[in-house]
Nanobody, 128 residues
Framework: VQLQASGGGLVQAGGSLRLSCAAS????????MGWFRQAPGKEREFVAS?????????????YYANSVKGRFTISRDNAKNTIYLQMNSLKPEDTAVYYC?????????????????WGQGTQVTVSS
């Protein structure tokens, strides 16, 4: 699976951005997908995740870091092999490089070690 993240940019505090992550392959629905971020000098941290949605899975679950809950929304479009991260009410502390990741047949989770594939990052900068 190859992942391509896009949509980052510079925005003022309180503003919104939508990140996209396009995946290659014909079994995209078999992968749990996640967003992580890494600020300068800090470790990569979990942001949001959405479960796989293949045959046998009863529904789509989502999971968020407490710091973004209520402000960010993760979604997936299996027809387009793409996930999205809608980010509202952005804060300067949301500034980071954002990465998307894929886990084969996983549930929504924030464990970085569970993810098998990673895309390149997209920079998000929130000015105060």
């Amino acid at each position: 699976v190859q992942l391509q993240a896009s949509g980052g940019g510079l925005v003022q505090a309180g503003g919104s951005l939508r990140l996209s992550c396009a995946a290659s392959g014909r079994t995209f629905f078999n992968y749990a997908m996640g967003w992580f971020r890494q600020a300068p000098g800090k470790e990569r941290e979990f942001v949001a995740s959405v479960s796989w949605s293949g045959i046998g899975w009863s529904g789509i679950d989502t999971y968020y870091a407490n710091s973004v809950k209520g402000r960010f929304t993760i979604s997936r479009d299996n027809a387009k092999n793409t996930i999205y991260l809608q980010m509202n009410s952005l804060k300067p502390e949301d500034t980071a490089v954002y990465y998307c990741a894929a886990q084969n047949k996983g549930g929504a989770n924030g464990d970085r070690g569970n993810y098998d594939y990673w895309g390149q990052g997209t920079q998000v900068t929130v000015s105060s």
